[in-house]
C-alpha cells in the first residue's frame, strides 16, 4: 500500500478499484473552478483524478503521515491541506456553493454526517461512500425497521440518492462490510419548514430513544395526549410509524407560543 500501513482508528480502507474510482468523481463531475472539499484524502485515491480536473482542490485530513505525504506531492496553489479532523472542521470557512466527496472513514460515518448536516447553507451537494448499511438508515421509509433518527434528520435536510453498490474487494484493505456511494442534495430552505430547527432535533432524539415504546413515553414530557389529540397522531405509534412531515408538526406544534 506504497508504503503506508493502513490505521483501524482512522477507518482506512484505500480504494483500489478504478472503475469505482471513476464512478465517484464522475458522480461530482466537476467544472474546474468549482470549490471541492475531499474528506479523507488516504493515499490519493480520489484525490489525484480529482486534481486533473480541478483548478484547486481542499483536503481534510486527521493522519499527520498522509497529510506529510500530500504536502511532498502537491504544491499549495493546487491542494489547500487542512489538517485535523473533519468532526470539528468547519467547512462554512472555505466559502459556500460547496462540493463534497469523500470514501468517508465508516468508524466515524453517523456523527460526520450530522455534523454536515450543519452544513446544508454552505454546500450544493456531496457524493460519500458509505457502508451499505448506513445508506439504508439513511434513505429508509417510515414502517422500515432501518428507520430512525438518522433518516429524519438527513431526509430533512437532503435530498438523497443511493448511486452505486460497492464491494469489499474494490478497497486496500477490505473492510467487512459493502458499501454504497450516495449523493446528498441540500434541500431549498423553503422546504426547511420546522419553526425552530434546534427542537426539532430535540423531538426526533427523543422519540427515537427507545425504538420500541410508544411514542407517547419517548416524547412524555414534550407532548400530552391533548397535543397528540389536537395534530391527529396517535400516542400509541412507534417513532417508525411516523413521517418526517409529523415530526416537524409537532415540533412546530411546540414551538407554537400558545403552547409555552
Ligand atoms: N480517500 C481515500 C481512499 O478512498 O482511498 C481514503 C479513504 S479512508 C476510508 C478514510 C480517510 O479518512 C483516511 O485517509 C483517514 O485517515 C481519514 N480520516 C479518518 N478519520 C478522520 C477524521 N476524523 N477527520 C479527517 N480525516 C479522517
Redesign the pocket.
Known amino acids: 500500500m506504497k508504503g503506508h500501513i493502513a ?1 483501524k482508528r ?6 483500489v478499484a478504478p472503475g469505482i ?1 471513476g464512478a465517484i468523481v464522475s458522480a461530482l463531475n466537476p467544472a474546474r473552478t468549482d470549490t471541492v472539499v ?10 489525484e483524478p480529482l486534481l486533473e480536473r480541478l483548478d484547486h482542490l481542499h483536503v ?4 499527520r503521515d ?1 497529510i506529510a505525504r500530500l504536502q511532498q506531492r502537491h504544491a499549495p496553489q493546487h491542494l489547500s491541506i487542512h489538517a ?4 470539528a ?1 468547519d467547512f462554512a470557512s472555505i466559502g459556500s456553493d460547496l462540493r463534497l466527496i ?7 460515518s453517523t456523527p ?1 454526517l450530522f455534523h454536515l448536516a450543519s452544513y446544508g447553507q454552505q454546500v450544493r451537494d456531496m457524493p460519500f ?1 458509505l457502508q451499505q448499511e448506513v445508506v439504508e438508515r439513511m434513505v429508509a421509509e417510515p414502517g422500515c425497521a432501518d428507520y430512525g433518527r438518522l433518516s429524519v434528520m438527513l431526509q430533512y435536510r437532503f435530498w438523497l440518492e443511493w448511486l452505486i453498490d460497492v464491494p469489499p474487494d474494490s ?1 486496500d484493505p477490505p473492510p467487512k462490510v459493502d458499501s454504497a456511494v450516495v449523493r446528498l442534495i441540500p434541500k431549498a430552505p423553503d422546504l426547511l419548514t420546522a419553526r425552530d430547527a434546534g427542537r426539532f432535533a430535540h423531538i426526533v432524539q427523543s422519540a427515537f430513544a427507545q425504538r420500541r415504546k410508544m411514542l407517547r413515553n419517548n416524547l412524555k414530557g414534550i407532548l400530552d395526549d391533548a397535543g397528540f389529540a389536537a395534530l391527529g397522531i396517535a400516542p400509541t405509534l412507534r417513532p417508525e410509524d411516523l413521517p418526517l412531515e409529523d415530526y416537524v408538526r409537532i415540533a412546530n406544534y411546540c414551538s407554537a407560543p400558545a403552547s409555552r
Open positions: 490505521r482512522f477507518g482506512q480502507n484505500f480504494l474510482i475531499e474528506i479523507g484524502p488516504g493515499l490519493g485515491a480520489l484525490t481534510v485530513e486527521i493522519d498522509l485535523g479532523d473533519a468532526l472542521f469523500g470514501n468517508l472513514p465508516y468508524n466515524i460526520l461512500m478497497f
